[in-house]
């Protein structure tokens, strides 16, 4: 008997006041629709981030005020959807681990982070909230439509060891979406096909004939990134998305960071 993987229940949407983030807010309206699920968008104050840990209480309470506007703003320009704001304090990627362990949510939308009070981060406030999330996670930097027909969802790994959960993972996602899938191994060395080929076999019998099913297989190297390799297939596909199964082993630490903060289009990590 197959498991029955539940994803994209409850969509958590952190934010900040970064005009940034406004691909990343827009993408999660757009998924809590197609989606029909609920959408919580959590401002997360920190003054200790800010240099401000020992301010006084008005300036913690300006914290809140300016948390309360900007969840304002989200919630009274969208009318398509009820948006549930949530104010915390402390620091972010703790506080979004908490409330999805909680069940508050089991999706995050992340787009690129900066503190009100100092500089904008390009990435690694990011990374440092994958590296403390068990949920799916999509990282947006640039709004593109969400994947459907006509447009594959890029799978992108270089493990070759797939359990009934990817698998699973990746049958659910396409089907959540309507869209075909293609398959992209990068690997150091270009290994036996077999893996692929069988890969492949099962997803075209669990998808049917409603689902196009394509793999491909390359090799990063110094000269060609895999990053480069990537979004070379993402221009050629017309993919709106990069799938990571984050699964069994299935990603390196060095192809998450790559494909997180390097593609042209959204990604989104399933484990």
Not at 103 to 132: C, H, K, M, N, Q
Request: net charge neutral.
């Amino acid at each position: 008997r197959r498991l029955h993987i539940i994803m994209f229940g409850k969509i958590l949407l952190p934010i900040d006041p970064s005009k940034r983030l406004k691909p990343a807010r827009d993408y999660a309206i757009a998924l809590s629709e197609r989606l029909d699920v609920p959408l919580i968008a959590v401002f997360v104050g920190n003054p200790k981030k800010a240099g401000v840990g020992t301010a006084s209480l008005d300036t913690r309470e300006g914290f809140a005020a300016l948390g309360k506007r900007q969840l304002k703003q989200i919630v009274e320009a969208n009318d398509s959807i009820d948006i549930k704001p949530i104010i915390k304090n402390g620091k972010r990627h703790k506080i979004l681990a908490d409330m999805i362990g909680q069940d508050i949510a089991d999706t995050l939308v992340l787009g690129p982070f900066r503190s009100y009070f100092s500089r904008w981060f390009t990435g690694s406030e990011v990374e440092r909230i994958l590296e403390y999330e068990t949920s799916n996670t999509f990282v947006v930097r640039e709004f593109h439509p969400l994947p459907g027909p006509g447009s594959p969802a890029l799978v992108v790994f270089d493990g070759h060891e797939f359990s009934d959960n990817s698998i699973i993972s990746i049958e659910n996602f396409a089907k959540k979406f309507g869209c075909d899938i293609e398959l992209l191994y990068l690997g150091k060395e270009v290994l036996d096909t077999k893996f692929i080929d069988s890969l492949v076999a099962t997803l075209r019998e669990r998808l049917g004939e409603k689902h196009h099913i394509t793999s491909t297989i390359q090799s990063h190297s110094f000269f060609k990134s895999r990053k480069s390799i990537t979004n070379s297939v993402i221009d050629s596909e017309g993919a709106r998305i990069v799938v990571l199964p984050d699964i069994s082993h299935l990603v390196s630490e060095f192809l998450l960071h790559e494909v997180v903060l390097g593609t042209s289009v959204p990604v989104c990590l399933l484990r």
